[in-house]
Structures are given as C-alpha cells and as structure tokens.
C-alpha cells in the first residue's frame, strides 16, 4: 500500500480540478486561495486519500505521475511536452538496457523520461551548455527520482560543440536550436543502425537539417520521417459529450533518422 511519508511529492487537486505540486514536511502547511492544508493531514494516509482546507475545500491528494510532475516542476528552458515525449520515446524505440546520449538537457523532462525508459541496466548521457540550465535539471531530476531505482545518468554541464565524449550509443536525442550543425558529432558517436531523433519547433529549422542532411549526411543516415503530434481531450456535461474548447496543438516536430553502416 503506498502511504504518504515526509519529503514525499504530493499533488492537491481541489473541487475545481486546479493542482497544486508540494513536497511534504512535518507541521508545514500549504496556503491557497480557499484556506490553508495541514500536511500532518496528509503524512501517512495512503495515495488518493481526501483531505479538507481550513475553509472546508475539498482536496484529493496524489503522488504525482512524471507527467504531473514536469507540467509543474520549475523550468529554465521550456519542457517537451509529454505527447512529443511520448512519441519520442516510440520512435526512438528507447529500449531497456539501452545507452542513451541526449544534448539540450533543458529543464530535465526528456531526461526523466529516458532514465525511466532505460530501466535500471541502461544508461542516459546528457549535455545541457548553459550553467543555469544545467542546476536546474539536475534538482527537478533528483527531486523526482529520490528513493527510485534507475539506469546510471551522466548529467554534464557541457557543449556538444566541444566534441562528445562517449561512442557506442544505440540512441542519440538533439534537443538543439541548430541540430545540423553537430550531426557528425553525432553520427561519430551511434552505434550502425542506431537511432537520431531531432526535436525541432519550427518549420525554418526542419528545412535547414534536412538542407543538411540530403547535402552531406545521405549516405550516412536514412531517414526515417518527420513527424508532429497534436493533442485533443474530450468534455462531457451531462447529456453533452464534445471535444475540449481549447487543444494541445503545435508544439514541436520530431525528425528521425537511422545510422548506415
């Protein structure tokens, strides 16, 4: 059974569906617009449990899904979001045991969901250029994966420009503004048949790689396609049942490639 215990992650969902992401300390208290909540109310019930406001709101208490967590974890750079993630991850066929490079560690998002995927026998190297960057990843990754079992995870405070330090890796992940101009890093670097995938934001950078690639990478990679992933929830209200007013639409591209031998 899982129970709340002291330093855990906690989300508070009110009556309106609002959440409210707080880590759990001894005789601390969380304060919001509809009162405040005792977290000796919460430590030591089990997950799911329902607690009460000092005004009488209702709240359900969760630990929260990695999803839940990145939406509302602190950011440097903006996150991928979790339905290009997710689509990153099938694409990539980021497998168990794998070894894993990624550049443009951001915020940590990718990141968290590559150490789950690799599972305790695989291995995640990440670059991440900028200091500010780097620190803040490398908290919102220890905050969440606290107490979890894990693959190794080399986090450096390092530019791709300056070379990359490992080889053999059966995925490789740019999140870059300028991703065609490391690719021979990056190709160095893949094991034959070894997977690229490039997350892009904008059409003028999807133009450039492939400007790149047909140039000069052809007969070092295939191209497995470019890809954009949109999102719709679905409401219903009584007899209602309808899409949700607004949509997760554009929010980025995933281009992928494979290793030639």
């Not at 990440?126 to 979890?148: L, T, V």
Request: charged fraction near 30%; hydrophobic fraction near 40%; glycine fraction near 8%.
């Amino acid at each position: 059974m899982s129970v709340f215990n002291e330093g855990d992650l906690a989300l508070l969902i009110d009556s309106k569906g609002r959440q409210y992401l707080v880590s759990l300390k001894k005789d601390a208290t969380f304060s919001f617009h509809k009162g405040n909540v005792q977290f000796n109310d919460i430590i030591g019930k089990n997950d799911g449990a329902k607690v009460f406001s000092s005004m009488g709101e209702r709240l359900y208490v969760f630990k929260p899904t990695l999803e839940e967590y990145i939406l509302k974890m602190k950011r440097g750079a903006q996150i991928i979001y979790p339905k290009d993630i997710s689509r990153i991850i099938t694409l990539m066929d980021i497998f168990p045991g794998a070894k894993v490079f990624e550049a443009g560690t951001g915020s940590g998002a990718l990141t968290l969901y590559l150490l789950r995927a690799v599972g305790e026998t695989g291995k995640v190297i990440s670059y991440e250029k900028r200091k500010d960057f780097y620190e803040i990843a490398k908290k919102n990754i220890e905050i969440f994966m606290k107490n979890k079992n894990t693959g190794e995870l080399v986090l450096q405070n390092k530019d791709i420009a300056d070379g990359i330090e490992d080889k053999d890796f059966d995925r490789a992940i740019l999140d870059l503004t300028e991703p065609w101009l490391f690719l021979d890093k990056v190709v160095d670097a893949l094991k034959p048949g070894g997977l690229l995938g490039c997350y892009l934001t904008t059409v003028l950078q999807i133009y450039n790689l492939m400007e790149e690639f047909e140039k000069n990478f052809y007969e070092k990679l295939y191209k497995v396609g470019i890809f954009e992933l949109l999102e719709r929830k679905w409401e219903k209200d009584g007899l209602s049942l309808r899409p949700a007013l607004r949509m997760v639409a554009h929010t980025g591209f995933i281009v992928v490639f494979r290793k030639l031998a």
